[in-house]
Antibody, heavy 118, light 110 residues
Framework: EVQLMESGGGFVQPGRSLRLSCAASGFTFDDFAMHWVRQSPGKGPEWVAR????????SYADSVRGRFTISRDNARNSLYLQMNSLRPEDTAFYYC???????????WGRGTLVTVSS | QSVVTQPPSASGTLGQTVTISCSGSKSDIGSNTVNWYQQLPGTAPRLLTY???QRPSGFPDRFSGSKSGTSASLAISGLQPDDEADYYCAAWDDSLNAVIFGGGTKLTVL
């Protein structure tokens, strides 16, 4: 059974940093590109970042480029999102998502909540 | 700035067919596959349709996705109470090098 479990969310002040982790199991992790998608309360999903299977290609939404860094450790079946210079508008549930054929999001984690507030 | 547009709400009665539209541009829907996601209250979104009207196991053929040019649509036939949810379309945008989600449509079953 495919499982994606996010961790690392919490309450943080503006300008501070947070690192999210996603533990993957039930599939061959390094066969798949992985993404982070976030969703602010009451809003629709917003794509955040993508990393290919071998970390060869990284892509970011304009809203986070230069502040967030996506990475992965295939030996640990783990995905990460380093978030720096956090802003109140970054407040959201952050989902770890598997991309099948690099095209569609076939499995989502349950999400971890990040709240940025003073 | 790419924008994919959905109606904010839709409704139908039990057993009826409802269609949700998704309008984009040449660089997103016009050039790439449109995928649809269903989100039940308090849960993460889940894949509903992908590629050319494929569905993950667990979703019946009452759910049908289609695309024409820069627009796509999701048809739900035989509406059931459990279909009440938020529905989102999404596609890769070649010019932004990003995945773009529609704003979402909240479906109410009357």
């Amino acid at each position: 059974e495919v499982q994606l479990m996010e961790s690392g969310g919490g309450f943080v002040q503006p300008g501070r940093s947070l690192r999210l982790s996603c533990a993957a199991s039930g599939f061959t992790f390094d066969d798949f590109a992985m993404h982070w998608v976030r969703q602010s309360p009451g809003k629709g999903p917003e794509w955040v970042a993508r990393i290919t299977w071998n970390s060869g290609t990284l892509s970011y939404a304009d809203s986070v480029r230069g502040r967030f860094t996506i990475s992965r450790d295939n030996a640990r079946n783990s995905l990460y999102l380093q978030m720096n210079s956090l802003r109140p508008e970054d407040t959201a549930f952050y989902y770890c998502v598997r991309a099948y054929s690099g095209s569609y999001f076939d499995f989502w984690g349950r999400g971890t909540l990040v709240t940025v507030s003073s | 700035q790419s924008v994919v547009t959905q109606p904010p709400s839709a409704s139908g009665t039990l057993g009826q067919t409802v269609t949700i539209s998704c309008s984009g541009s040449k660089s997103d829907i016009g050039s790439n596959t449109v995928n649809w996601y269903q989100q039940l209250p308090g849960t993460a979104p889940r894949l509903l349709t992908y590629s050319k009207n494929q569905r993950p196991s667990g979703f019946p053929d009452r759910f049908s996705g289609s695309k024409s040019g820069t627009s796509a649509s999701l048809a739900i036939s035989g509406l059931q109470p459990d279909d009440e949810a938020d529905y989102y379309c999404a596609a890769w945008d070649d010019s932004l090098n990003a995945v773009i989600f529609g704003g979402g449509t909240k479906l109410t079953v009357l």
